[in-house]
């Protein structure tokens, strides 16, 4: 072996072989970090279909038996899905009944729950900061879901009536 440096192209290439081969690496590991929780990501879109496709057919089943006037179907659904994610979240939390498997409480709850109604997470997430004594908290996350929540429903309302040229109620 020679003790002479490498030629200034040479040392380029090299540097270019090693950045490269790192770079490999580096995308190596992140695919398969991400191929061991693809397999969640599966089952909460299966269970986000699944929970979207029963939205659909009690908020149509509602409107059929109760007609236009008020959303009974919405309410409805709210209230379900608030019930099974309660339900649900505490009979398979650290100290509930039943163990089960992360993946499988992200199917029920972000998936089956979040696909029929985001209302839930909203109201779980909330009895979780009561439950944690953060009063405050948990009404300001009721105020400023309800209040934000109108307030931006509204506004993008007002834009799309102004983008059409259209005029609102």
């Not at 072996?1 to 040392?11: D, G, H, I, V």
């Not at 190596?28 to 909460?44: K, N, P, Q, R």
């Not at 979240?89 to 709850?109: A, I, S």
Request: hydrophobic fraction near 50%; include cysteine; charge should be positive.
């Amino acid at each position: 072996m020679s003790s002479e440096p490498l030629p200034a192209t040479a040392r380029v290439a090299s540097a270019r072989r090693l950045a490269f081969g790192s770079a490999l690496v580096a995308a190596a590991a992140l695919a398969l970090s991400f191929a061991g929780s693809l397999g969640t990501y599966f089952w909460v879109a299966v269970g986000s279909a699944l929970g979207g496709m029963a939205r659909f057919w009690c908020g149509e089943v509602a409107f059929r038996l109760a007609g236009p006037a008020f959303p009974w179907g919405t309410l409805f659904i709210n209230i379900l899905g608030s019930f099974v994610i309660g339900l649900f979240g505490t009979l398979t939390g650290p100290n509930g009944r039943f163990l089960v498997e992360p993946t499988g409480r992200h199917f029920v709850m972000a998936g089956l729950c979040g696909g029929y109604t985001t209302f839930s997470a909203f109201s779980w997430q909330t009895l979780n900061l009561i439950n944690d004594g953060e009063w405050l908290r948990a009404g300001g996350n009721v105020v400023g879901s309800v209040v934000l929540c109108l307030a931006a429903v509204w506004a993008g309302h007002v834009l799309a009536l102004g983008l059409d040229g259209m005029k609102g109620p």
